[in-house]
């Protein structure tokens, strides 16, 4: 496996359990997430659950009490929403708001030391007879059975397997990051809610990770074309407060309670014509980086890993390649879904005000019926121990998936 992000370390983990052998090369010297949080839903909690890791993510974050939509300048209450045991009922697992370090640490404090190799870049692969030969910047080359690159949106894997492209696009918003403290905020109605402001142009999310931190996340347009040959740059101080002028006092104290983060561009990966090539394979967001706007770039991850580990482990070793095309069968629908409405929901969340906003504020009342396709899915239907694999999603599943609802944007989550 190439990559030690929340991908790669978890189908590791679900590999291990299922008796496979694995070995992880990541390019970095130590395992750190960069970012601030991210929200686990459903969909992810249960996997990471059926790995007996619930009760210490639980010790480790917070599950937000309600989620709340509100209009940009004047606070007014759009929709509301309880999460909670209301949630936990609905889809059998919690929703999440946790630090990335957390989460990087009891993923990899479960994996341990063995089979983790740091300091290892991969560099270029090359099929031989006797298996895939890596070959890595910092260390002699090794072989493997099968590949899997969870290496990330900027893979070396996926340049390999596609030959080259297609590059990620640049979405047209870009945005701003911050962890701010309870405390400091005075004017906050309910902290401990995932709260969506939406105003013309821009939107701001917030959601807790402990009892005193929240994470935020302020999506604003352009710049466009995006100038810089990085996707994150330094702002001068204020940058993110002066693009909010005119928001609710809250959300300017929000922004304005934490130091100036860098501006980071929002990039999608268009989705890709193959996620394999003979036993390499594609995983998480090297496959189909989406934008956040629906908060399920590291839930497809956790979901894709789920899927993979389950297909692996029922597989014997001539039929591996079969096995990995099943596994891109079965997920490129789904994730492809996603970045597509992940893609809408950037335009969504950020309409002017006028009829078009007010038609999305009404289709907010039903908003959880609008979750299900995404945080009602279990892979286990697929993929449960003792079900025989199908090649392409069984009629039974995709009746029990349209049952818990059709896909459609606005789902927001992020
Ligand atoms: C602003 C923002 C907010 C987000 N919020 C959420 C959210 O709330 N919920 C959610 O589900 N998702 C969210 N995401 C998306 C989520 O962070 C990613 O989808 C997820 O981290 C992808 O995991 P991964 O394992 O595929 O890749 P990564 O986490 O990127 O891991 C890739 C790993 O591969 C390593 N690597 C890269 N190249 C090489 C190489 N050549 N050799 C060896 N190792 C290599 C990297 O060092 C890294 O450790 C958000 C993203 C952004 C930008």
Redesign the pocket.
């Known amino acids: 496996m190439?990559?030690?992000?929340?991908?790669?370390l978890t189908l590791g983990l679900l590999l291990r359990k299922h008796g496979v052998e694995a070995r992880i090369?990541?390019?970095?010297s130590e395992l750190r997430e960069v970012?601030a949080a991210?929200?686990l839903a459903a969909n992810g909690t249960r996997v990471l659950r059926r790995l007996g890791l619930g009760d210490q993510l639980k010790e480790s974050s917070v599950e937000p009490t309600d989620v709340v939509y509100r209009r940009w300048a004047s606070g007014e209450l759009i929709a509301s929403f309880p999460m909670g045991p209301t949630y936990n009922t609905r889809y059998g697992a919690e929703f999440f708001g946790i630090h990335r370090v957390n989460l990087q640490r009891i993923l990899a404090d479960s994996w341990g030391r063995d089979g983790l190799h740091l300091n290892?870049?991969?560099q270029d692969l090359e099929e031989r007879e006797d298996g895939i030969r890596l070959h890595f910047a910092e260390r002699a080359p090794v072989v493997a059975d099968v590949v899997v690159g969870?290496?990330?949106?900027?893979?070396?894997v996926r340049n390999w397997v596609t030959g080259g492209g297609p590059a990620p696009t640049y979405s047209g918003a870009s945005?701003f990051?911050g962890l701010a403290q309870v405390s400091t905020l005075s004017e906050m109605p309910d902290p401990m809610t995932i709260q969506f402001w939406l105003g013309p142009g821009a939107y701001v999310i917030h959601y807790p990770i402990s009892e005193s931190t929240i994470n935020f996340?302020a999506v604003l347009p352009g710049p466009t074309p995006w100038p810089f040959s990085t996707w994150m740059t330094e702002e001068p101080s204020g940058t993110a407060l002066a693009a909010f002028e005119g928001w609710h006092p809250v959300v300017r104290e929000m922004v304005a309670s934490v130091e100036q983060s860098p501006r980071?561009a929002l990039f999608s990966l268009p989705p890709l014509q193959r996620w394999t090539r003979g036993h390499t394979v594609l995983?998480?967001?090297?496959a189909h980086?989406m934008l956040?706007h629906q908060?399920?770039?590291?839930?497809q991850?956790i979901e894709d890993a789920a899927v993979l580990a389950a297909l692996l482990a029922d597989t014997d070793r001539s039929e591996l390649g079969d096995a990995l095309r099943r596994y891109e069968m079965l997920r490129r629908p789904r994730t492809r879904q996603l970045q597509r409405s992940s893609w809408d929901n950037s335009e969504i969340l950020r309409l002017p005000d006028g009829p078009d906003a007010e038609s999305r504020d009404r289709k907010l009342s039903t908003l959880p019926d609008q979750l299900d396709w995404i945080h009602g899915y279990d892979i286990d239907d697929l993929v449960a121990p003792g079900r025989s694999l199908p090649f392409s999603p069984s009629p039974e599943h995709r009746t029990s998936q349209t049952r818990r609802g059709s896909a459609s944007s606005l789902s927001v989550l992020?």
């Open positions: 190439v990559g030690a992000g929340i991908g790669g090369y990541e390019q970095a970012g991210v929200a290892s870049r991969l969870a290496d990330g949106v900027r893979s070396a945005g990051r996340l980071w995983l998480g967001d090297a980086a956040p908060g399920q770039g590291a839930n991850a992020s």
